[in-house]
């Protein structure tokens, strides 16, 4: 067993050893310690065999030193004798060499001198080859500063586009080259402000010429609309030969400005048509919109630009204060608005997407509110009917302008509408000032007509026919006032003047007559129908005017056929049309006749009162004077002679104005006998009384008035006459007999009356004791009065009790 273990050990020495001998030194390390990783002693074991080793391979050193020995030492012996001529070939190499190197140092320098040259060469080469391709780049940034200087900054930035692109990367090593590209991004900064600058320039150059603008705009406007009615009259009249401008050629849509080439004749002459582009350089537009294209900044000078020309835009709409005062106010107004737009739509036109359609229309929809706000609240202090109606065809050339360039205008005529009734509104007041200065003017008498040219004078003013007239011989009287002719003119002006505005509304022909009818019948009801109505109520208006008034109204009311014709006339809108409306005249002059006729009997009646006022009754006299009192005759003359005058009425108006008369002088003088301050009556008052009541009856029956039948106009005093004929015949028994029935003979005298009456009596007869040389008699009639007095209060409370 030892044995085997000893034979392993010695094994593996061997394999160590082997291991050592073929392994480099540097690793011998793993090898060694698993000699002291095995049995103890075995390193021992291993340094005897290593030391086993050792001796082996000395003795088969020695043993090959033995072997070449001989050889070695032979070898040193030749090669001493090779020392001597070695050193003289030394020598001789060496001698060789220094005459070598005199030789060869004119060479060395000649060669070295070529050499330089070849390197300068070299280097020249480079620096051409180098310089080719940066003169190039330096061209290119002198090209770059030169356009700069002249303002050509889109190529500009095209130069610089192919600096940075192209040239700059090619020689991008060089320090120069990098200053450039450095200075680059700064230039085009500056291009940018530059430009925007222009921008701003551009924005402020448009500001100022857009009043310009939109006067040209607008007067092209207004010569297209004559071109073309002057067209539509043409072919109206059946003429096809075609119209042209002043320069031989039909007017043409030009750049979205210029509508007709040439103008009106007397105003524009040879004046040259004029577009946006005549009047704007819009360069700095294009050419910053194309610089911030180029820098990839379009985004952000779009919404600059649209940002800022809303904020002209609200500039533009504000209005001036006092714009409302003269037309010129509005018309600059509305020139500066067009050329706003009309800017707009060439720069919607002219560039690609800086402004677009829909941003167009915005702006265009929040300034139509603005101005039809504006307009709307302006207009509202103009009372000039004239300036309402320059207004008004601004307003259409205006829509019709801004129409041209495809804005939205209809907002503009519905607010022509509101201004029309405006404009109707102001006529309304401008014609009652003229009616009522043709009201003052008329002398309210009839028309004095003294030659023929005369006559037909008036009836070119007012449609009058009268047979009985035209066979009367010259000189002869119509039967109106000079008012009438002038009132009728006016209704036509007042239409011509409405007519004025409803043109060019864009409205059909039955439209324009409906607003003609309409607003004729506002003047016709409203305004003079007032000035009629104030004039009947002037104080200062008599009777006799009053009279003249009714007649003016039957003549102005019979011609309003006549005024429907005249508009029917100039609208071509047959009156028989569906939903055609009718002129109110006939109950705006039959109200103020009426108001005439009712101004006749109050008239009449306060002139009866002043009468009345005047009467002097001497109530306690004994007996009449015999005769009708003053006053009462003078009230009678004066009737007489007022009823002449109404031989012109109406016979209806004339009968009830005297009819009024009669009643209102007979209630008059029954109040005068029963006025509670009257305390005391005579019979000689009595009698005297009726004499003035006889005096009444007889002017009711003659007849002052025509068409009465009987004595229709007598029973006015029947009151009076029943109660004076009671008093006169003192017949109180019939009266108390038949009071109730209707055969009675004082069937009107009221029993509170006749009570009212005696008790008057009664007390006079107490105090003046009238019958004193009658004692009997007068005791007699004493009580006679208070027995009647007893009984008529009877009847009166027998009256209240049934009531």
């Avoid at 100022?208 to 071109?227: N, P, W």
Wanted: charge should be negative.
């Amino acid at each position: 067993m030892a044995e085997n273990e000893t034979l392993e050990c010695i094994t593996e020495h061997e394999r160590i050893l082997q291991e050592i001998e073929s392994t480099d030194t540097a690793c011998v390390g793993p090898t060694l310690r698993s000699v002291y990783d095995d049995q103890p002693n075995a390193h021992k074991r291993f340094m005897e065999k290593l030391d086993a080793r050792i001796r082996n391979h000395d003795r088969e050193i020695e043993k090959m030193c033995n072997f070449h020995h001989q050889g070695f030492v032979d070898a040193i012996t030749e090669l001493l004798k090779v020392r001597t001529d070695a050193e003289k070939l030394m020598g001789q190499v060496t001698d060789t060499n220094r005459r070598l190197q005199d030789a060869g140092k004119e060479v060395t320098a000649q060669t070295e001198e070529v050499i330089r040259c070849r390197i300068q060469q070299r280097n020249m080469a480079t620096t051409v080859e180098k310089l080719q391709l940066c003169i190039p780049v330096l061209e290119m940034y002198s090209k770059l500063k030169e356009q700069l200087e002249s303002k050509r900054y889109y190529a500009a930035l095209k130069t610089m586009e192919h600096l940075e692109n192209i040239y700059i990367p090619r020689v991008s090593q060089y320090r120069f080259c990098q200053i450039m590209a450095e200075n680059l991004p700064r230039l085009r900064e500056e291009i940018k402000e530059i430009s925007m600058s222009d921008l701003k320039d551009f924005l402020e150059s448009i500001r100022k010429h857009s009043d310009k603008i939109g006067e040209t705009a607008m007067r092209q406007a207004q010569q297209h609309r004559t071109f073309n009615s002057a067209v539509q009259k043409q072919s109206s009249l059946g003429d096809t030969k075609p119209l042209y401008s002043l320069n031989g050629r039909t007017p043409t849509q030009h750049n979205g400005l210029a509508l007709e080439e040439g103008g009106e004749e007397e105003e524009e002459g040879d004046e040259e048509v004029l577009t946006a582009q005549d009047l704007v350089d819009f360069s700095p537009v294009y050419r910053c919109l194309h610089i911030y294209t180029v820098l990839g900044d379009r985004e952000t000078f779009e919404n600059y630009y649209r940002k800022q020309r809303k904020k002209q835009a609200r500039l533009v709409l504000q209005p001036q204060a006092n714009m409302h005062e003269t037309v010129e106010g509005y018309r600059r107004y509305f020139n500066q608005i067009v050329g706003f737009f009309v800017v707009e739509d060439h720069i919607l036109h002219a560039t690609q997407g800086l402004v677009t359609r829909a941003f167009t229309d915005e702006l265009w929809n929040m300034a139509l509110s603005k101005i039809i706000a504006v307009l709307r609240t302006h207009s509202s202090y103009c009372n000039d009917p004239d300036l309402v109606l320059e207004l008004k065809n601004l307003i259409v050339i205006f829509a019709d302008t801004l129409q041209g360039y495809g804005f939205q205008v209809n907002r503009l005529f519905d607010l022509l509408f509101e201004i029309r009734d405006q404009y109707n509104e102001t006529l309304l007041k401008k014609w009652a000032v003229v009616f009522r200065e043709i009201f003052e003017q008329d002398n309210y008498s009839p028309i004095p007509v003294d030659t023929e040219e005369e006559y037909k004078y008036v009836l070119s003013r007012f449609p009058f026919h009268d047979p009985e007239i035209e066979k009367q011989q010259f000189p002869k009287k119509l039967p109106m006032s000079q008012s009438v002719p002038q009132i009728y003119t006016q209704v036509k002006e007042f239409i011509y003047a409405s007519l004025k505005f409803s043109e060019s509304l864009h409205r059909s022909s039955t439209e324009i007559d409906d607003m003609l009818r309409k607003s004729t019948n506002l003047l016709l009801t409203r305004t003079l129908s007032s000035c009629l109505q104030n004039l009947i109520k002037k104080p200062h208006i008599g009777l006799t005017e009053l009279v003249q008034i009714i007649i003016n109204t039957t003549h102005l009311e019979q011609a309003c056929k006549y005024l429907e014709d005249f508009i029917t006339n100039i609208t071509n809108v047959s009156p028989e049309t569906v939903h055609t409306t009718r002129l109110y005249g006939l109950s705006t002059f039959k109200d103020a006749r009426h108001a005439a006729e009712g101004e006749i009997y109050t008239k009449l009646n306060q002139k009866i009162d002043e009468f009345i006022q005047l009467a002097d009754y001497e109530w306690g006299m004994p007996e009449s004077d015999g005769r009708a009192s003053g006053y009462l005759m003078d009230l009678i003359n004066f009737l007489r002679s007022t009823f002449q005058v109404f031989t012109h009425l109406p016979g209806k108006v004339a009968q009830t104005a005297c009819m009024s008369a009669c009643k209102h002088l007979s209630t008059s003088l029954m109040q005068m006998l029963l006025d509670t301050e009257l305390k005391q009556i005579s019979m000689g008052a009595i009698q005297q009384f009726n004499l003035d009541v006889i005096q009444c009856e007889l002017f009711a029956s003659s007849e002052p008035v025509p068409g009465f039948q009987g004595d229709t106009l007598q029973l006015a005093f029947i009151d009076l006459r029943q109660l004076l004929d009671l008093f006169m015949v003192w017949d109180w028994s019939t009266y108390l007999a038949d009071y109730g029935q209707p055969t009675s003979k004082y069937l009107r005298v009221n029993p509170a009356t006749a009570l009212a009456l005696l008790e008057k009596m009664k007390d006079t007869s107490k105090k003046n004791n009238i019958f004193s040389q009658f004692r009997k008699n007068d005791r007699d009639k004493q009580k006679l009065i208070e027995t009647v007095v007893k009984q008529l209060r009877s009847l009166v409370n027998g009256m209240s009790q049934h009531s």
